[in-house]
Structure formats: structure tokens, C-alpha cells
């Protein structure tokens, strides 16, 4: 089955601390590929996606995210974290051709000030 | 900047009521999506729809729920009778499908938090 696996689920940092946040999926055919944001009370935006070209994707807020097809991975960095980077982080997964979107547990980014 | 809302924000319903959840997508998007998230798991996708016709399914979308696109502008969730385990938090999404189909951004909307005692 089609599944998207987020392996940190509580991630607690300083400001300026660099931010890595883990995203792998199981689907063997072509995918696209997003990073949503979930600020606390508010719902979910898109960071960045990647649909095909340059594995390596900027997103706004400072976001980047690589895609590494041949590890099923689509990590999402960040160089420097603020306090208001303090949020819920969801991968999502689409496979190409189809209408369904295959969303990660989520990671909680708590940023300490 | 258009942006998909839903009502009600929250709703309290008796176990074995119906309950709808209402969207209004952003006006010139084809294609819209349920999702839902128990609280502390993850989003899980339910059902997609264009055309008036429900293009996509979830096992969780059994026939419980119902999609529907009844005025042009406001797209709907029903479920007919609901179980202590549909608590949780629905969002309605929608995607503009002018492009290349589905290779284009959703929007979420804010969510409706449903508790069923």
C-alpha cells in the first residue's frame, strides 16, 4: 500500500539551529511531491513541491526541500529556524495520474526563542 | 487572495446523526477534495471530485459518506450516521485543474472540527 512515513514526530530547536525534517514514501511509480505547513490555529499551506526537473526545491520562508528518487525521500531543510517556524510539517505524496494525495503523520516543530 | 472556507468551524453531534460539512471552494477550481485528521494522527485523504462525479475514493470513504456539488458553489460531505470514531477534523480542499490536471497546488480550507458523543 501507498504510504507516506514522517520518522520525526516531536522536533525541539533553538533559534538559528539548522532544521532537517525526514520524508519517505512507497510507490514505485512517479510521484509529486509537497511540504505543507500547519501554523497553530491556522490551516494547512503549501511550502513547496516538486513535480519534476531540479531535485532541489525552494520553497518560501526559506524552505528547501531534495528529492533523492533512488531513496524514496523528500527531506525538508531549513538553514536557520526562527520562533515562528514553530508549526505542524506535513509531507503529502501524489501519485502522478491519480487524485489522491497520501499525507505523512506530521512532524511538531517546536522552536525555542 | 481567494481562499476555501467551511462551516460550521465546529460541530457537536449525537452518535447516529447525519451531519453535513459544508465548503465553498475558490470559484474557478475543477477539482475538490475531503480529507480528514483524528486528532494526533495524520490527514487522510477521503474522496476527490470533478465533474460532478466522485473521481477518486479512500477505503475510508465507505458508504457512510456522501459527496456532493449541489449549487455550483458549495461542495458537501455528508456522513449519515455518525460513529464516535468519525471525530475528528475535516478539510475540504480544491485545485484550480486548468493546467496539467492535477499537477497544480491544493488550498486548503480551515477545517471543521466534528465531535460525535
Known amino acids: 500500500a501507498q504510504s507516506v512515513s514522517q520518522h520525526n514526530h516531536h522536533v525541539i530547536l533553538s533559534e538559528a539551529a539548522s532544521l532537517e525534517l525526514g520524508c519517505n514514501y512507497s510507490y514505485g511509480g512517479t510521484v509529486n511531491l509537497f511540504w505543507y505547513v500547519q501554523y497553530p490555529g491556522q490551516h494547512l499551506q503549501l511550502l513547496l513541491k516538486?513535480?519534476?526537473?531540479?531535485?532541489l526545491v525552494k520553497g518560501i520562508k526559506g524552505f528547501e526541500a531534495e528529492f533523492i528518487k533512488s531513496k524514496f525521500s523528500f527531506n525538508l531543510r531549513k538553514p536557520s529556524v526562527q520562533w515562528s517556524d514553530t508549526a505542524e510539517y506535513f509531507c503529502?505524496?501524489?501519485?502522478?495520474?491519480?487524485?489522491?494525495?497520501?499525507f505523512g503523520t506530521g512532524t511538531r516543530l517546536k522552536v525555542l526563542a | 487572495e481567494p481562499e476555501v472556507t467551511q462551516t460550521p468551524s465546529h460541530q457537536v453531534t449525537q452518535m447516529g446523526q447525519e451531519v453535513i460539512l459544508r465548503c465553498v471552494p475558490i470559484s474557478n477550481h475543477l477539482y475538490f477534495y475531503w480529507y480528514r485528521q483524528i486528532l494526533g494522527q495524520k490527514v487522510e485523504f477521503l474522496v476527490s471530485f470533478y465533474n460532478n462525479e466522485i473521481s477518486e475514493k479512500s477505503e475510508i470513504f465507505d458508504d457512510q459518506f456522501s459527496v456532493e456539488r449541489p449549487d455550483g458553489s458549495n461542495f458537501t460531505l455528508k456522513i449519515r450516521s455518525t460513529k464516535l470514531e468519525d471525530s475528528a477534523m475535516y478539510f475540504c480542499?480544491?485545485?484550480?485543474?486548468?493546467?496539467?490536471?492535477?499537477?497544480?497546488?491544493?488550498?486548503f480550507g480551515p477545517g471543521t472540527r466534528l465531535l460525535v458523543l
Open positions: 516538486y513535480f519534476s526537473g531540479d531535485p
Open positions: 503529502a505524496v501524489n501519485p502522478s495520474g491519480t487524485y489522491k494525495y497520501i
Open positions: 480542499a480544491s485545485l484550480s485543474g486548468t493546467r496539467l490536471r492535477v499537477r497544480e497546488t491544493q488550498y
